[in-house]
């Protein structure tokens, strides 16, 4: 078993920035995949970004340039820097990983970009 705790939304007014953490119960080295996605009001839920087993970062073309994943393997925590936030950017945003090919999600933790 896989426990998230995703921290770190609220409101910010546009062009601003938040930090989103992810703090995982398990070793970051463990998991086959780990990233972030987001469920804007009324659409279904889209990837944001991910770290694939081996390091390869992939981002969503909307979010290129602004946001930024990494994670702190000490910490066994993932983080989303998210800069130059827009409107369109509301959302919840869950956690995410796959470990021995099993899906876990976090809480979710909401993001709202107004001004």
């Known amino acids: 078993q896989v426990q998230l705790v995703e921290s770190g939304g609220g409101l910010v007014q546009p062009g601003g920035s938040l930090r989103l953490s992810c703090v995982t119960s398990?070793?970051?080295?463990?998991?086959?995949?780990m990233g972030w996605y987001r469920q804007p009001p009324g659409k279904q839920r889209e990837l944001v970004a991910h770290?694939?087993?081996?390091?390869?970062?992939e981002y969503a073309d909307d979010v290129k340039g602004r946001f930024t994943i990494s994670r702190n393997n000490a910490k066994n925590t993932m983080y989303l820097q998210m800069s130059s936030l827009k409107p369109e950017d509301t959302a919840v945003y869950y956690c995410?990983?796959?470990?021995?090919?099993?899906?876990?999600w976090g809480q979710g933790t909401q993001v709202t970009v107004s001004a």
């Open positions: 770290i694939i087993s081996g390091g390869t970062i």
């Open positions: 995410h990983v796959i470990v021995e090919y099993m899906n876990y």
């Open positions: 398990r070793s970051i080295f463990s998991y086959n995949r």
